[in-house]
């Protein structure tokens, strides 16, 4: 597309074309995944990153706002990940 435009807005700009009724459900859905996520945190019964995480990539097709949130997660995961220790780098 635009050589200037990051990859969300250019997901965003796409959305834009799709009709109504498909980005009410794509909204709908991606923000249920997000709210029972929310309550997984306070629950001990089910972990919510498994819902917030496919609910921000689902709502990050119509939001940039989401697929940067996204984004910012995915970061921090691998960096997380990064300091994390594991057999290889463990000292014998």
């Not at 009724?21 to 972990?47: F, K, N, S, Y």
């Not at 919510?48 to 689902?58: F, T, Y």
Request: charged residues 20%.
């Amino acid at each position: 597309m635009m050589d200037n435009v990051s990859r969300p807005m250019e997901d965003a700009i796409r959305a834009k074309r799709r009709p109504l009724i498909i980005r009410a459900v794509v909204v709908i859905a991606g923000t249920v995944l997000v709210l029972g996520g929310v309550i997984g945190l306070l629950l001990p019964v089910l972990p919510g990153w498994l819902l917030i995480i496919p609910g921000l990539a689902i709502l990050g097709t119509e939001f940039v706002w989401a697929a940067t949130l996204l984004d910012t997660a995915k970061t921090k995961a691998t960096e997380i990940k990064a300091k994390v220790p594991t057999k290889r780098n463990r000292a014998a």
